[in-house]
């Protein structure tokens, strides 16, 4: 099946610095790219869909200011949170697909501590 | 609107027993359903899913869910559960025209020896 790298895997940094998270899909071009978040025992929830040379569509609630989302080409898609805070702490994974019709594939997911 | 309402977010089952993990969909349209795993400090792994061909449709790792529209269920099965099971599952449907997809709650499924 398609593969979906994430880097880095595990992150820490300080409160008030901006983390930059890559996604890329290895053997398939992927035109739409999605980002979700996962706290502690708890289900994924989508914060933003991302398409190749578009911007990003962010979900109610998610501060677009804050999660800044670039997908530049059809094989990377970047998130970057910006002046982390602790609350920002979370398990943040992308998704790739070649087209809404067509099947995601999850990255292995970035875990980010903020302290 | 779409969504998964996962019945129980957890599971406990002997090594051997059969497996029932239990989720009901709600959507304006015939929809997209999946099942996913996703075990410790692993990657989301699709199992199955159903995209209103056959409604009993079959996974990897023996897994098999079954689309009944009249009870708005998708409920995933296993015969035998087996040690290397023991993960989350999400029951998941899709959301819209691009394709996001909408997450349950997710159920623990524990396996005991």
């Known amino acids: 099946g398609a593969v979906v790298s994430q880097h880095p895997s595990w992150v820490i940094c300080k409160s008030g610095t901006s983390v930059k998270i890559e996604c890329r899909s290895l053997?398939?071009?992927?035109?739409?790219m999605f980002w979700y978040r996962q706290f502690p025992k708890q289900s994924l929830m989508l914060m933003a869909t991302?398409?190749?040379?578009?911007?990003?569509?962010?979900e109610q609630g998610v501060e677009k200011d804050k999660f800044l989302i670039n997908h530049a080409s059809l094989t990377l898609s970047t998130l970057t949170v910006t002046s982390a805070h602790p609350e920002d702490s979370s398990f943040y994974i992308c998704?790739?697909?070649?087209?809404?019709?067509?099947?995601?594939?999850f990255g292995p997911g970035t875990r980010l501590t903020v302290t | 609107a779409q969504s998964v309402t996962q019945l129980d977010s957890h599971v406990s089952v002997s090594e051997g027993t059969p497996v029932l993990l239990r989720c009901n969909y709600s959507s304006s349209y015939s929809p997209s359903l999946f099942w996913y795993v996703q075990h410790p400090n692993k990657g989301l792994q699709l199992l199955l899913k159903?995209?209103?061909?056959?409604?009993l449709v079959k996974g990897i790792n023996g897994f098999e869910a079954e689309f009944k529209k009249s009870e708005t269920s998708f409920h995933l099965t296993k015969p035998s559960a087996h040690m290397s099971d023991a993960a989350e599952y999400f029951c998941?449907?899709?959301?819209?025209?691009?394709?996001?997809?909408?997450f349950g709650k997710g159920t623990k499924l524990s396996v005991k020896p």
């Open positions: 998941v449907v899709s959301g819209g025209s691009q394709g996001n997809l909408i």
């Open positions: 053997d398939f071009q992927a035109t739409t």
């Open positions: 991302s398409n190749e040379g578009s911007k990003a569509t962010y």
């Open positions: 159903y995209t209103s061909a056959a409604t």
């Open positions: 998704s790739a697909t070649s087209g809404g019709q067509y099947e995601q594939y």
